[in-house]
């Protein structure tokens, strides 16, 4: 792409779509995303944003890392209470 005569790579969005899985293929930004994908953002930047843009997001908190990790060892107890009642 030329602009003001100078040559610039034409750079592409790399965000996917969730139902067909491509590529959106917009012109991109400097960050790697088109006006649609969040091109001109920049993120959250102080940690009360990161916190309110988390809050935002989550819906059920399934898949955090709490969660996970919670489930995680809630199976582990009950291998564990199983392994006990067939040893005794
Ligand atoms: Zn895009």
């Given at each position: 792409m030329?602009?003001?005569?100078k040559?610039?790579p ?10 067909t899985g491509?590529?959106c293929?917009?012109p ?8 649609l994908?969040g091109?001109?953002?920049t993120?959250?930047?102080t ?18 890392k709490e969660?996970i ?13 199983k ?6």
């Open positions: 030329v602009i003001k005569n040559e610039i034409l750079v592409l969005c790399n965000a996917k779509s969730k139902r491509k590529l293929r917009q991109a930004m400097k960050n790697r995303k088109c006006r994908h091109g001109k953002s993120g959250a930047k940690h009360k944003g990161k916190l309110n843009q988390k809050r935002a997001v989550t819906k059920h908190g399934f898949y955090s969660a990790l919670e489930r995680k060892k809630t199976k582990e107890y009950i291998r564990k209470g392994k006990l009642l067939l040893n005794c």
